[in-house]
């Protein structure tokens, strides 16, 4: 949510600030600026719209001086307008801000009751201002900032100049990350480390209630008295995630290829991880997961695993909801929160509710150094690599990979012998990535269906069972993505109601099970399941519905069905990653097909770092 990026060197700043944009772009992109500050003052350039807009007036300028800072917007306060962009300007503060102040209201009243006028619509501008009634009152940067601190409420991170001093930056992280890097005596700021990959591969995390101030060649650590933190900062190797698409036509497809690899990464990390035999599993008995969207639904798919493979019980919240619900959670309870970025304030706000009412908390997520991965007080990542598409494809299946596997290794460790899955079970998670490389080699079919689909006016991912939870993790993609109507529901819910909506103009896609054994009638599970889904097909047949059958692999549904593309044979607690796969085809090509801006969707953002 909203990119920023500070430079301050001895080169000319403009190159590093649009590259550094275009390397955060995925966290925003309904508007960018830059502001380049020299002995000349001030030069501001900001554009509605992604950072190549920006880069085309860019193009047109002259731009020189010794530093700058950028940014790349998602809209919280405002509407998406130039005057709402960043870099904001109050006197002689320019400043680029990642966050929510929180009581921006009763500080903007008290910013006008002093006879001074606000611009734009943001909480930003409050910033501005407020810094800059303490320069002017003769403070220092640094100074200033302090002082204005304890005025402000909520989470953010902000970059901040003075053209008093323009080689100097000062940048400042409460509970929103801000990265520091130095590229060869040129001292960068970013939002992630991602924003300083292409120019040093040395780094480190602000912590939060941490100041940095940075001159060419040197940084300074301040805490929020101001005080020089006296602790030795060292800089950690940044990850080297290729961001190129190599060949690709957009990250989301290039990531859904990744899978294989990713769930693989995942799997072979987890085993060697320390952590993960040091959890003290005998303890709890409960499991409460937490995630926003795609996280949560990884969160729905894995209470199916702890309740049947290790035999506790199991709860699944929205983590927006968490802080503000009762709920009868036990000392015996352990807390997973999921999330991909492991920045979502949702998420670290449950976390903290969840530590508050001292129960044990384990983070899943996929970045090191999250304030989630920080926090919580055990942590596995998943080994997708770095997710650019906003749409989460890779970061889902491996969260879902990996929460099977600590089910697995739990159930193991306090000796379920009861368990009946595991014996069976091992083999099907070692086959995994070869079995989504094959859902893969659907890929054209799947385009070919889309295109039968382009004027079907609703679709309907109906499941069982997990396959429920993944039909909802559907809809979501297809949802985000192609901008149609799509809903999940349980197949048997159907007839309850929403059959109402089901017309010659809907799509019905059938999330069925194919069994474990391959065999798929022979297993009384699988052919309960199945059986229940023929009742859900003819009802939604005589309604005159397209209907798309994933998974059973039997004359019955190829029959019945318009559309039939079969699944590997897995493990009903691997299939559902397969039938995910699916999904995620189905929702790119749609989108693909609607001319739909596939990696940036309209009004979302990767990293939502606001409540
Ligand atoms: C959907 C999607 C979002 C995220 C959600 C949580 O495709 O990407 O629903 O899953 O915003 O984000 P993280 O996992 O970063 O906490």
């Known amino acids: 949510m909203c990119g920023i990026i500070g430079y301050t060197g001895n080169e000319n700043p403009v190159s590093f600030l649009i590259k550094g944009l275009k390397q955060l772009e995925y966290r925003g992109y309904d508007s960018a600026g830059i502001a380049v500050f020299s002995d000349n003052g001030t030069h501001i350039v900001r554009a509605v719209g992604p950072v190549r807009n920006l880069e085309h007036k860019v193009s047109k300028l002259s731009l020189q001086g010794f530093s700058g800072i950028g940014h790349t917007r998602w809209a919280t306060h405002g509407k998406v307008t130039e005057g709402n962009s960043h870099p904001h300007q109050a006197g002689r503060i320019t400043l680029v801000h990642n966050g929510i102040i929180e009581n921006y209201s009763e500080l903007k009243e008290q910013i006008e009751q002093i006879g001074r006028t606000l611009k734009s619509e943001t909480d930003t501008e409050v910033l501005a201002h407020l810094i800059d009634i303490e320069v002017e009152k003769g403070f220092l940067l640094l100074e200033a900032i302090t002082r204005v601190i304890p005025k402000l409420r909520g989470s953010y991170a902000f970059v901040v100049s003075d053209p008093e001093d ?21 001292m960068l700021l970013s939002s992630d480390s991602r924003g300083l990959s292409l120019f040093t591969n040395e780094g480190f995390v602000l912590k939060s209630a941490e100041i940095v101030q940075c001159r060419p060649g040197s940084f300074q650590v301040f805490d929020f008295s101001g005080h020089l933190t006296t602790k030795n900062i060292s800089l950690t190797q940044l ?42 599993f005998k303890l709890w008995d409960h499991v409460q997961l937490m995630g926003c969207g795609s996280a949560r639904h990884a969160g729905l798919v894995a209470k199916h695993y702890f309740e049947q493979i290790v035999g506790v019980t199991a709860t699944v919240d929205y983590a927006s909801e968490f802080s503000d619900c009762f709920n009868h959670t036990q000392p015996s309870t352990l807390v997973i929160l999921i999330s991909q970025s492991g920045e979502t304030a949702d998420t670290l706000s449950a976390l903290r509710a969840a530590k508050n009412r001292g129960l044990a908390t384990l983070s899943i997520t996929n970045r090191k150094q999250s304030s989630l991965s920080l926090e919580s007080d055990f942590c596995l990542f998943t ?14 299946t491996s969260q879902v990979s990996l929460l099977l596997a600590l089910a697995y290794e739990w159930s193991y460790q306090i000796e379920r012998v009861e368990s009946s899955f595991r014996p069976q079970l091992n083999p099907y998670l070692s086959a995994l990535p070869e079995q989504i490389a094959q859902t893969l080699q659907r890929d054209k079919q799947i385009r070919f269906i889309a295109e039968k689909l382009l004027s079907s006016r609703s679709f309907f991912f109906l499941g069982r069972g997990v396959l429920f939870n993944v039909a909802q993790e559907c809809a979501l993609k297809l949802k985000e993505i192609s901008y149609c109507f799509a809903e999940a529901y349980p197949a048997g819910e159907l007839k309850h109601g929403p059959l109402a909506l089901i017309d010659k103009d809907s799509t ?10 391959g065999d798929s009638v022979s297993d009384p599970l699988t052919h309960l399941q199945q059986d229940k889904m023929k009742n859900t097909l003819q009802e939604v047949k005589s309604r005159g519905a397209f209907i798309w059958t994933w998974g059973a692999d039997t004359p019955y549904f190829r029959q019945e069905s318009h559309e039939f593309p079969p699944l590997p044979s897995s493990h009903r607690f691997t299939e559902p990653i397969l039938h995910t796969v699916l999904g995620q085809l189905f929702a790119y090509h749609l989108a693909h097909l609607k001319g739909a801006e596939i990696d940036k969707p309209r009004n979302l953002a990767k990293s939502v770092t606001v409540e």
């Open 239 to 280: 990850s080297n995630d290729s961001s190129e698409l190599v060949g690709f036509e957009h990250y989301m497809m290039k990531e859904i290829y990744e899978q294989p690899l990713a769930v693989l990464n995942t799997k072979a990390k987890l085993i060697q991880s320390a952590q993960l035999y040091s959890l003290p």
């Open 166 to 186: 323009p080689r100097c930056l000062i940048g400042v992280s409460q509970g929103i990350p801000l990265w520091v890097g130095n590229s060869n005596g040129n």
């Open 508 to 517: 019905v896609i059938l999330l069925t099970t194919r069994g474990s054994t």
């Open 383 to 396: 080994e997708a690599g770095c997710e650019i598409s906003v749409a989460s494809t890779k970061a889902f």
